[in-house]
């Protein structure tokens, strides 16, 4: 079975490159993880990277003087390493249009909330502040507005009355771990696809 090559860009603990790892040891998934970048150099995800054997790279964004040309260094990498697939996790850093433009319909993200609702940071203090009782996460298509491209799935979480941004965060992370490696799976099925600005499911 040919796999697809997936590339992952982190820049922290690396929990859900490590769901993604996981999934990817199970002999009929069909995807396989190559190579992960991180942008900084004490991400705890590169110790999984090198756990499983996967290479890895670290690009500091700030060795770059801009973010065309510290994306333009990612993406030679990612080229090198014959990438044909972006998952982000936990990437702490905006892309540039140029970047997505490039990748567009082969690079996706997770995202801590039920999108649309509470885009950009402190999503569980967004969440907690707006009074919600469901909560979750939501894997999504990267486009050049954050946290706004077409949704690939989602994982609902509920909000208990006591909860505090650190409880509600760890209940929707093991959903993340759920549903990253299901998303990634339907995508290298070709169950799902970007067409014309849509996620389009087969």
Not at 128 to 140: E, I, K, N
Not at 154 to 170: G, H, M, W, Y
Request: glycine fraction near 6%; charged fraction near 20%.
């Amino acid at each position: 079975m040919k796999k697809l090559k997936v590339g992952v860009l982190i820049s922290g603990r690396g929990s859900n490159l490590q769901a993604l790892i996981e999934a990817c040891r199970t002999p009929e998934f069909p995807a396989e993880i190559v190579l992960v970048i991180s942008n900084v150099p004490d991400a705890g995800g590169l110790a999984h990277a090198a756990k499983a054997g996967i290479p890895s790279v670290v690009l500091e964004h700030q060795d770059f003087e801009t973010r065309e040309s510290f994306d333009a260094a990612m993406n030679f990498k990612l080229r090198e390493a014959q990438i044909e697939f972006v998952c982000l996790a936990g990437f702490m850093r905006l892309l540039s249009a140029t970047f997505v433009k490039i990748w567009e319909g082969q690079i996706v993200n997770i995202h801590p909330s039920l999108l649309p609702a509470f885009k950009g940071l402190d999503v569980h203090g967004q969440a907690l502040a707006a009074g919600v009782r469901v909560s979750g996460c939501t894997v999504h298509y990267v486009v050049a507005e954050l946290d706004s491209g077409p949704i690939i799935l989602q994982a609902e979480v509920s909000v208990e009355p006591n909860d505090t941004s650190n409880s509600l965060a760890a209940r929707v992370l093991k959903a993340e771990h759920r549903i990253y490696p299901e998303a990634l799976e339907m995508i290298a099925k070709n169950r799902v696809h970007l067409e014309n600005g849509e996620a389009v499911f087969v």
